[in-house]
């Protein structure tokens, strides 16, 4: 079983940055697919940014140009890296893994999760 562990997250002001990290607590091969999503309160969980196992991305329309995802697979390490940030981006964020193939996975077909970090942006 693989764990995911977020990092990272906090309160900033608009316009602010944040490094988000998520470790997994074994090697996970290169082969999985990995991606962030969000859920804030009273609203469905969301796709942010994922990225495949032949390193490809894709972001969410609203994230584009403003957050980037990248892993590290020396590390077992998955990160958001969110500048601009904005008080829609309000919400906990959460890191997903699994063996699927291609992006934009919905959450369902993912069975790895960390327990998720709470990104508040304030105006």
């Known amino acids: 079983q693989v764990q995911l562990v977020e990092s990272g997250g906090g309160s900033v002001q608009a316009g602010g940055s944040l490094r988000l990290s998520c470790a997994a607590s074994r090697y996970i091969s290169s082969r999985y697919s990995m991606g962030w999503f969000r859920q804030a309160p009273g609203k469905e969980r969301e796709g942010v940014a994922s990225i495949d196992s032949d390193g490809r991305k894709s972001y969410e329309d609203s994230v584009k140009g403003r957050f980037t995802i990248s892993r590290d697979n020396a590390k077992n390490t998955l990160y958001l890296q969110m500048n601009s940030l904005k008080p829609e981006d309000t919400a906990m964020y959460y890191c997903?893994?699994?063996?699927?193939?291609?992006?934009?996975?919905?959450?369902?077909?993912?069975?790895?999760w960390g327990q998720g970090t709470q990104v508040t942006v304030s105006s």
């Open positions: 997903a893994a699994d063996l699927i193939y291609g992006l934009d996975r919905p959450p369902y077909e993912y069975n790895h």
